[in-house]
């Protein structure tokens, strides 16, 4: 076994690119290849119409994405492709700077495929995967909301046989209110058709392709009842077109414009493609490498930004979807690509007939399907202060223009990550009685304390945001009852940066003034024990104080006191 591990272990190392196909299963992939495709190409049909491009643009993302990710991804699973998460921010981007669908518009998309991609590798060259923890699990719950808002506001006129208003969200809502009543049964059914037929196969099984189901319904229904002249709109003739090589011609001053918009989208898939290689690990007995998947995703949109598309994304459903059909590795996703790319050279004719409000149909599900319900409730239940943020998230994402409202909700999730550190305090421990352990003060717990002994920590790293609050209340346990010994437990301060180290200084300057001896026990963190070297902290606090527990220091120096 041990060399079994070691043969495998160098074959992994042996593939620096395409590193997944070195555990394929040709029957296992090629299945899985087929299931994906069916569920990939109407979903990446509809994902494309949302961002205001023709289908064929969404098949060219998806193909991009699946050759990208196999080429340098690591995780064996991973389905990588247009996707309606990152689609109406981006959209809501490009259609500042240019009219939808025009060719300024598809230049714009593909020099931020060609940006977001760089920033991609540079994240994954770089071992940048903390990025990914930039949004909070509440924020990214009222992120995916607001999302899912814009994706249904977006799609209810095609669903219902209006005509799209124009305007901020909440103007869109209200018009399209006042114009229900005249909204197109047939196009209602085939909308609402879609939407049972992809919910109930979902329940049934995620392995059965609902959408494709759904639309090749749609689709002839269309053509036996001659709908197309009853007010259905249907996708008309896609151009059997195959990806060439794209190089957009833009000024200067246009990359700087997208490079906020950029930067967003960026975050948003390393959020998205952290969380999915998490959730369908290659190896259950290691962890993700998220930086490996961050170089796969990169050249995804790398090479979408190059065959004419737009940003790609990891898709956490489609990944379901390989990993429970037998799929072993990224010759699934180069199956479905291959699939899809024999659909564009060969049947693009069967697509002409597609109703348009059949893809609204599938939006719709995706939309309903991306709100965390669950997590909401739980949210609520378990922590108010937390739910406002996912309110509050979601209506900026709502209210503001969408790229704006997203930028928000990252500094958001930052400002909230900021007060959670600020709001960490000073906390006294006591001695449990009839042992040697010291454990933080607590109203249910009966402690123990020592006459002439102070024992406090922080829990929380040490830095400019919480120091000056710590020294605070510092000074009040020292004038309250001055202590012949203070005992610092430290296991918590896992950081100290150089604020913080100064005001660590004054502190025990100012107890060496009082006459109180100062100890520090479980300094444990190789950052902080680093920090102490750094900012020359020994020199005001002598090695021979510093000790392995509280009850170590308290028993020599309460001793020599």
Partial sequence: MPHDADAKSSKEHAWPLFRSLASYSL???LMAGLTLAAIAIP????????????????????MAGSLGFALLGGNRFLSCGADSTITPIFAGGLAALAAVGSPEYQGFAVALALMVGAMMLAGGAFRLGGIANLLSVPVMVGFLAGISAHIIVSQLPGVLGLKSPSGPMLDRIGLLAGELSRSNPFTLCIGLGVLATVFVSEK????????????VAATLATIALGLESKGVSVVGVVPGTLPRLTVPELAPEHWVHLVSLAFVITVVVMVQTAATTRSFPSDPDKPADVDRDFLGAGAGSVLSGLFGAFPVNASPPRTGIVAETGGQSQLAGLAAAVIVLALLAFGTGLLQHVPDAALGGILLFVAL??????????IYRQSRSEFLLILATAALIIILPIQQGAFLGIVLSLLHGIWSTTRARLVEFERVPGTTIWWPAHPHISGEHIDGVAVIGLQAPLSFLNAPGFR???????????????????SGMVEIDFTAAQILLEIFKACNEQGVTVALARLESVRAQDAFERFRLYDALPRERIFHSVDEAVRKLAKAE
Avoid: N, Y
Wanted: hydrophobic share 50%; no cysteine; net charge positive.
């Fill in 472 to 490: 605070s209340d510092v000074a009040k346990v020292l004038g309250t009852a001055t202590p012949q010994l203070l005992v610092l437990e430290a």
């Fill in 27 to 29: 029957p296992g992939d």
């Fill in 43 to 62: 979903e990446q049909m509809a994902t494309a119409r949302l961002g205001g491009f023709e289908p064929q643009i969404g098949f060219f993302a998806f």
């Fill in 369 to 378: 399907r991306i709100v965390r319900t669950k997590q909401i409730v739980t």
């Fill in 204 to 215: 049934i099984s995620a392995k059965i392709p609902g959408a494709l189901i759904g639309l």
